[in-house]
């Protein structure tokens, strides 16, 4: 797959787990320090980087994981099992297993 006709940049440093599914695939990027678990799945203009230029680290991003369109995930976080990240939600802190993060910031809460 062409990635740059797809409007895709994933990092060949990023680590991504199986069966990731990107069913629209503009405008995602994955940082070079990313951790993706099993079974992801990731829509469109999804950001997973870090918070700046300066800090090289990045999100973990746990199994069975939905990352809504828009979404941006950045620095030393993790993403935990089973959770889900609202469309435009800005992730800049931990969501626990089984949570929904939604909102800029982001706010946590339980499914």
């Given at each position: 797959?062409?990635?740059?006709?797809?409007?895709?940049?994933?990092?060949?440093?990023?680590?991504?787990?199986?069966?990731?599914?990107?069913?629209?695939?503009?405008?995602?990027?994955?940082?070079?320090?990313?951790?993706?678990?099993?079974?992801?799945?990731?829509?469109?203009?999804?950001?997973?980087?870090?918070?700046?230029?300066?800090?090289?680290?990045?999100?973990?991003?746990?199994?069975?994981?939905?990352?809504?369109?828009?979404?941006?995930?950045?620095?030393?976080?993790?993403?935990?099992?089973?959770?889900?990240?609202?469309?435009?939600?800005v992730v800049v802190s931990d969501v626990p297993n089984d949570?929904?993060?939604?909102?800029?910031?982001?706010?946590?809460?339980?499914?």
């Open positions: 797959m062409n990635l740059l006709l797809h409007s895709i940049e994933i990092s060949p440093l990023a680590r991504i787990g199986p069966g990731l599914v990107i069913p629209h695939t503009l405008g995602i990027v994955i940082g070079g320090g990313a951790v993706i678990g099993r079974d992801v799945t990731i829509y469109q203009n999804v950001t997973i980087g870090t918070k700046n230029g300066k800090d090289y680290r990045y999100p973990s991003i746990g199994d069975n994981t939905v990352l809504f369109s828009g979404c941006v995930v950045v620095g030393p976080i993790k993403i935990g099992n089973n959770a889900v990240v609202g469309a435009n939600a949570s929904i993060a939604l909102g800029i910031p982001a706010v946590v809460k339980n499914k």
